[in-house]
């Protein structure tokens, strides 16, 4: 007995006569009703209008000559006209005229012996046209049974490329887990693609070889320059050898591959011991997807590419499971147990994801699955899929989370530094930043938190470097130019209270050219004076980016940027109606709690809560109430929803104290206020938390001081339908898609 099954494209709908490879209907399905009679042949028809059985009943002869721009009936006319031309007396002989009709219609639909004998047996009484008409129609049926059969095989040919090219996809992310494995895992995976690439050589209809001993530079070369088809060829790893010297001296081995092309069919025999092996492998980690084991008669036959399919399957549940041994060692399960354990293919996602992990870790794999949302949405049970292949995989779980925990610790303290830290310290905390980054040991989501502190740092360099740059390029220039008479560049610096005033008067040689620079300073600013200046001086340098307004600057903008990266997680928790939202921390299942952006949110309202502290400490404005907000802000007693409102009070209070910052800064400098105060994302931050970033600066009432008990206006979403208050005012919720969303955590 021999076993056939033809196994379908993951995600792909079986191709159907009349629908392409991915089931969408074609024109050939969309035809109209059969037809019969005269219909058959009447209209500009197309041979893809006609139908595709014989019609039943004939036509007469007033009917066909009905029919217009027909090309059967003018082939039928010009095959009566040669007939005449040839034997003018044809029709004065007895039956001529019918003879004729039937000649000349047979002649014009060009019937073949299969068409004649499709006709089948002409009714009584049916007549001559009958015939002719079946004849016509059994032509047609014969196009297109012809055009059905040439679209299932451009059909099979586009499902066979998309498996191979599918497969070699997959190939790559095998191989990229294989390799971080050591030589014996390395040769199992060689073992399954030289037992694999024999058989395509030596079967009934061998593949052709391209190449073997490919290195995997060397494949790649092949692919770029066109020598490997990746539609219709593949490649497997048959192969080590020997590419230089480890720094300890002993070899380094990389492993080639055969790059080969692939048969129409290939046939595993299960009694041949090679064969029987391949097929129990498949059976292992490709069983059937309609259930049931492979190889269940005395044959199974494959298309090439099905084989090519399922044989990259086993090479994935090989390197899965080989990845799950190797991680079970190393986290002291016994060798003996470690054998025990079935193997196993969760398929080319957990390939892909586990390839990309560092050290195949399956907690970082199972991080980056549910970090994608399709993925996540797809693998709702991955913990649990996971636990099933991974014994004391909960343990795991729970002592990632404890790395997270100390983690965040260390980042929130890190925090506190640079918010501190200006050229040469910024500069040695974001050489630290990177060592985090690029230490094995730190949590993926962790460093994604050193990669944003990293780029800060490095900001706050060059802001240092180039103030520092700017000032020493003005001095000089002022420098020069008064050497040359020309006290312009001077004026510049002393009107922008950036000249040291110890040393503005000791630079001119007598009293003459003192009071001329003077009388030149009073001409624009008529209120200068020595005293005024030297205030204003040291209001300038408190603003620089290593004096304390400087730091309140960097601290106000730090918390901005804290509650944007928290506010955006509770955006999206609120637009996706996660139950989450409402949810205090301590009752959210730890899997949730250690996807990276609860890490980012969890260490943003950490850093959040202390720069709100360190700046009202700057502005010596802190109260108790103010520890006890950013307390419960961090606790996680607090859902995601009520920490919002929490942020919005605070934000409120950072823009109260910064209003008074600002105005104790313009009045010191004549009306100016301070330069690059805001940064933008700190403006959209304050803006989300219905906070206008210009009543900070502008005159006369800002509107950010509320009545008793009302609040600052809170973030409603774009769609929000209604907006829900208390007794006071404050807006406590907000319909949005016909589904009640709280601002407080309240229900």
């Known amino acids: 007995m021999v076993d056939e099954v033809k196994p379908q494209i993951p995600g792909m709908l ?3 006569p009349g629908t392409d490879a991915l089931g969408n209907v074609t024109p050939g399905a969309m035809a109209t009703a059969q037809q019969t009679g005269a219909d058959a042949l009447a209209g500009p028809a197309s041979d893809e209008q006609l139908p595709l059985a014989p019609v039943s009943g004939g036509a007469t002869l007033g009917q066909i000559l009905s029919a217009k721009n027909s090309p059967h009936l003018q082939k039928f006319s010009d095959s009566i006209s040669s007939a005449l031309k040839a034997d003018p007396s044809a029709v004065a002989k007895p039956g001529g005229i019918s003879k004729l009709l039937v000649g000349a219609g047979l002649e014009a639909v060009g019937a073949s012996l299969g068409d004649v004998a499709a006709v089948g047996t002409v009714p009584p009484g049916g007549g001559a046209l009958t015939g002719a008409t079946r004849t016509l129609a059994a032509r047609t049926q014969r196009i297109q049974q012809q055009k059905k059969q040439q679209f299932e095989m451009q059909q099979e040919a586009d499902k066979n490329k998309a498996l191979i090219a599918e497969s070699n996809v997959r190939m790559i992310h095998e191989q990229k887990l294989v390799h971080q494995m050591d030589e014996a895992q390395i040769a199992e995976s ?3 693609g030289t037992r694999a690439a024999q058989k395509l050589k030596t079967g009934a209809s061998p593949a052709p070889v391209i190449a073997e001993g490919l290195t995997s530079e060397e494949l790649k070369k092949y692919l770029v320059s066109n020598k490997i088809d990746p539609t219709k060829e593949t490649a497997y790893p048959t192969g080590r050898k020997v590419v230089g010297q480890n720094p300890d001296g002993t070899p380094l081995y990389e492993t080639t591959y055969t790059a080969l092309g692939l048969p129409q069919d290939v046939t595993l025999k299960t009694a041949d011991p090679n064969d029987k092996k391949l097929i129990d492998d498949m059976n292992k980690y490709a069983p059937p997807q309609g259930g049931g084991k492979w190889g269940t008669g005395d044959e199974q036959k494959f298309s090439g590419a099905q084989y090519n399919w399922i044989i ?6 090989k390197a899965q499971t080989l990845a799950r041994d190797k991680t079970m060692v190393e986290q002291g399960m016994e060798q003996e147990k470690v054998n025990e354990l079935k193997d196993f293919n969760m398929g080319p996602d957990w390939t892909n994801a586990l390839s990309n992990a560092p050290g ?10 549910l970090a994608s949302p399709s993925l996540a949405a797809k693998y709702k049970n991955l913990d649990e899929d996971i636990s099933a292949h991974y014994p004391g995989f909960s343990k795991m779980l729970e002592d990632y989370q404890k790395k997270i925990d100390a983690g965040m610790e260390q980042i929130v303290n890190d925090k506190k530094d640079l918010a501190k830290a200006h050229g040469e310290d910024a500069a040695t905390l974001a050489e630290y930043f990177q060592g985090k980054m690029d230490d094995p040991t730190t949590p993926a989501p962790l460093r994604v938190q050193y990669a944003r502190m990293k780029d800060t740092a490095n900001k706050q360099v060059t802001a240092s470097l180039k103030y520092s740059e700017d000032k020493k390029a003005r001095e000089v220039d002022a420098e020069n130019k008064a050497n040359e008479g020309d006290l312009s560049g001077v004026t510049d610096m002393v009107l922008n209270y950036q000249y040291d005033p110890d040393k503005l008067f000791s630079r001119f040689k007598d009293l003459k050219s003192k009071r001329e620079f003077l009388d030149n300073i009073h001409k624009i600013d008529p209120t200068w004076s020595d005293s005024t200046y030297k205030a204003r001086y040291k209001t300038a340098q408190d603003f620089a980016p290593e004096g304390k307004g400087g730091i309140a600057k960097q601290s106000l903008n ?21 139950p ?3 949810t205090p921390l301590n009752k959210v299942k730890e899997s949730v709690l250690g996807q990276p952006q609860f890490i980012a949110y969890r260490t943003a309202i950490a850093a959040a809560a202390d720069e709100y502290i360190n700046f009202l400490l700057n502005q010596k404005a802190k109260h108790a109430s103010d520890d006890d907000l950013a307390a419960k802000l961090q606790s996680t007693d607090t859902s995601p929803a009520a920490a919002q409102a929490m942020m919005r009070q ?3 209070t950072i823009a109260i104290r910064a209003r008074a910052m600002n105005k104790s800064y313009r009045d010191q400098m004549g009306g100016k206020d301070i330069p690059n105060f805001m940064d933008p994302d700190t403006n959209k931050v304050l803006r989300d938390f219905g906070i206008d970033p210009k009543s900070i600066t502008a005159e006369g009432e800002s509107g950010l001081i509320k009545e008793p008990g009302q609040q600052a206006g809170p973030e409603i979403p774009p769609g929000a339908t209604t907006r829900y208050k208390d007794a006071k005012g404050n807006i406590v919720g907000y319909a949005l898609n016909g589904k009640y969303v709280s601002l407080t955590g309240q229900q």
């Open 14 to 16: 079986p191709g159907t």
């Open 190 to 192: 060689i073992d399954v």
């Open 312 to 317: 990259q399957q086993v090479a994935e549940g």
């Open 360 to 369: 195949h870790d399956p907690v970082a794999a199972r991080n980056a699955i």
């Open 558 to 578: 730090a918390f901005g940027g804290h509650i944007g990266d928290a506010n955006s997680l509770i955006s999206s928790l609120q637009n996706t109606r996660s």
């Open 580 to 582: 989450v939202l409402n």
């Open 650 to 652: 605070m934000a409120n």
